[in-house]
């Protein structure tokens, strides 16, 4: 091991991610979160794996980061999130690589290329309490660009080493592109319908929509000159069967009162559409049903008696 890595968030994919890193380095994970009660829990009692993966490790969590305390840190907050979680991680790191593997996109203002590096992943991981994790799919790791990850191999052993499927790539766009579209397709349908990711493939209508959803985000991906790293409506059907037990991570957001990330995803492809001068009709009523859904679950709009 040739570095220290701390992550800014311990939900579900900074649980998962603690994982494959403290399992390889053999020390605990380290995480830097805002509420004190999650601080207390992981630092306490660590951090659990359900499902897929069944395990428990042993983790550090600050509230503050300090200046210098790590090489990397790995950015695993709501999109809605990520600048804060930002600044956080160039106190923690000094000058060290940044990585962020946050849904959506639309964040990326202030954020120094030169030592940014994307993540994308399609693992399907739900955060079940403060500190426990369930793994409802397996899946992999994209990272890159790959010149950002020059003198930090050992990252990638580290992550490897754990069990994680990671790969670099020179330009992760394309990645960040498919993954929106997936994203944009499974996130918002399974939250309205209140149904895990399988729904996609077990629902004919729902996967029409689905389809329609993806297909809006690669006609604004190809207009942005972005060509995809394959076909995404196959590239749907297969995360929706990978992670089919799983509830979306909006789906999980809207239960638990939260804010969804909506704005970051069909809210994205939405906007990219008009800029563009395009059309993305599905996207654009979507992202409203969502808003509205927020809405009524989450600020209580329409809901008890006038
Ligand atoms: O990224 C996800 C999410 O829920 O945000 C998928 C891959 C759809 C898994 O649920």
């Not at 006609?219 to 509830?247: I, Q």
């Amino acid at each position: 091991m040739k570095g220290r890595v701390c992550i800014v968030g311990a939900g579900a994919m900074g649980g998962l991610l603690g994982y494959f890193l403290s399992v390889s380095i053999g020390e605990p994970a380290r995480f830097i979160v805002r509420r004190r009660s999650q601080a207390e829990r992981v630092s306490g009692e660590g951090v659990e794996l359900r499902g897929l993966i069944e395990a428990r490790y042993p983790a550090e969590a600050y509230l503050e980061p300090r200046p210098g305390m790590c090489d990397v840190a790995i950015i695993a907050v709501k999109a809605y999130d990520v600048g804060e979680a930002y600044r956080a991680a160039l106190k923690a790191t000094g000058g060290g690589l940044i990585v962020i593997v946050s849904n959506g996109m639309g964040y990326e203002a202030g954020v120094d290329r030169a030592r940014t590096v994307f993540g994308v992943s399609d693992y399907g991981a739900t955060r079940v309490a403060d500190g426990v994790v369930e793994v409802r799919g397996l899946g992999s790791l994209v990272l890159g660009p790959s010149r950002s990850l020059e003198g930090y191999e050992w990252l990638l052993d580290a992550l490897a080493g754990g069990g994680c499927d990671v790969r670099v790539v020179d330009d992760v766009e394309p990645y960040r592109w498919l993954k929106l579209a997936i994203n944009a397709s499974i996130n918002p349908l399974t939250a309205l319908l209140r149904s895990r990711n399988r729904v996609i493939l077990e629902s004919p209508h729902a996967k029409e929509i689905a389809e329609g959803l993806a297909r809006e985000a690669s006609t604004v991906a190809e207009a942005r000159g972005v060509v995809m790293p394959r076909d995404p409506a196959s590239y749907l059907e297969e995360v929706a069967r990978r992670t089919g037990d799983n509830y979306s991570s909006m789906l999980q957001d809207l239960l638990a009162g939260r804010r969804t990330e909506i704005d970051y995803i069909n809210g994205y492809v939405a906007r990219e559409a008009k800029r563009l001068g395009l059309e993305a009709p599905l996207n654009e009523t979507l992202y409203l049903l969502v808003k509205a859904l927020e809405e009524a679950m989450v600020r209580g709009l329409g809901q008890g008696n006038s």
